[in-house]
């Protein structure tokens, strides 16, 4: 399975960014996938998760209400639509997948990891 992110770039704030997740390879079978997202010189933290549809997901706190992740299953993408975006999402964003129905917000409940996409939002 390999996941392929993008849609990142430079935004101001306020603005917004759809990011997407590509699954290739072997059919997601509705697993739970999951952003994360790391700043310079910080952890890598959660955002948002999705199970097998678009009602089951789950977001941190931080970005209940500007963000809304779903997913086409026939496309076998996941997105992440970011609205009203702030210095504080600059980041790179991960999407991550694990081998489960059930949503995880911890970096070590995912088995596999796409490659990061850049986002960097300006002030």
């Known amino acids: 399975v390999q996941l392929q992110a993008s849609g990142g770039g430079l935004v101001q704030a306020g603005g917004s960014l759809r990011l997407s997740c590509a699954d290739s390879g072997s059919t997601s079978n509705g697993y739970t996938r999951g952003w994360f997202r790391q700043a310079p010189g910080q952890e890598r933290e959660f955002v948002a998760a999705i199970g097998r549809d678009n009602d089951y997901t789950y977001y941190d706190d931080s970005v209940k209400g500007r963000f809304t992740v779903s997913r086409d299953s026939a496309k076998k993408t996941v997105y992440l639509q970011m609205n009203n975006l702030g210095p504080d999402d600059t980041g790179v964003y991960y999407c991550?997948?694990?081998?489960?129905?059930?949503?995880?917000?911890?970096?070590?409940?995912?088995?596999?990891w796409g490659q990061g996409t850049l986002v960097t939002v300006s002030s």
């Open positions: 991550a997948g694990r081998f489960s129905y059930v949503l995880g917000h911890r970096p070590i409940e995912y088995n596999y």
